[in-house]
């Protein structure tokens, strides 16, 4: 079993940064595949970035490749999604979840998922 807990949202203006926190609870931390995905009003869920159970490998949606970045410290039991330049379009609810699967960019892979936190980009 392994809970997760995002932070770090918030209101932004287009142009800047934000850093998102996932904490994750659980000894099986270490050998998930986690993922960053958002879904914004109206819209479903889409994947945004993921990084393999050791932080060797990444993968990137191409609306945030160049701009966002994935990170995790295993020794923390962290997962990070660094956001620059952001966009109106950024906007959105963003949830950390966690997978078994190598590679995994489906929602369908994803075992295990965090409440989200909100990101606003004005203009």
């Known amino acids: 079993q392994v809970q997760l807990v995002e932070s770090g949202g918030g209101l932004v203006q287009a142009g800047g940064s934000l850093r998102l926190s996932c904490a994750a609870s659980g000894r099986t931390f270490s050998k998930n595949t986690m993922g960053w995905f958002r879904q914004a009003p109206g819209k479903e869920r889409e994947f945004v970035a993921r990084?393999?159970?050791?932080?060797?490998?990444?993968y990137y949606a191409d609306s945030v490749k160049g701009r966002f970045t994935i990170s995790r410290d295993n020794a923390k039991n962290m997962v990070y999604l660094q956001m620059n330049s952001l966009k109106p379009e950024d906007t959105a609810v963003y949830c950390c979840?966690?997978?078994?699967?190598?590679?995994?960019?489906?929602?369908?892979?994803?075992?295990?998922w965090g409440q989200g936190t909100q990101v606003t980009v004005s203009s």
């Open positions: 979840a966690a997978s078994w699967v190598l590679g995994a960019t489906s929602t369908a892979s994803y075992e295990y």
């Open positions: 990084i393999s159970a050791s932080g060797s490998s990444t």
